[in-house]
């Protein structure tokens, strides 16, 4: 997993590397890798800042998106089974995909 940077570490490492020019100076004066600085260098020209790019989850993605509106549908049904609940609430909600 990538080691997280501070945000003013990333500014002024390359806000340095703008006044020198020199990525391996920067880069030992911070102590941070040459690819990291370079990784950031390109986020800035191609952005305009060196802020990470949004995270984007992987994954499973969720049937129930508003899990308090679930719970509510769930305390007015009546079921013994989860297996009930679920073929009725996909029967109640149709446009709700089980597919992934």
Not at 1 to 18: C, E, F, G, T
Not at 52 to 74: M, N, Q, R, S
Request: net charge positive; proline share 5%.
């Amino acid at each position: 997993m990538p080691k997280i940077y501070h945000q003013d570490l990333r500014d002024s490492a390359v806000n340095h590397w703008q006044k020198t020019g020199n990525k391996s100076q920067t880069a030992r004066l911070f102590e941070i890798n040459r690819n990291t600085l370079n990784d950031w260098i390109k986020l800035y020209q191609a952005q305009g800042h060196t802020k990470p790019k949004p995270f984007a989850p992987v994954g499973v993605k969720h049937i129930i998106t508003d899990l308090i509106a679930f719970e509510d549908y769930v305390k007015s049904q009546e079921f013994d089974t989860a297996k009930q609940l679920r073929e009725q609430y996909l029967k109640d909600h149709p446009g709700v995909s089980t597919e992934f």
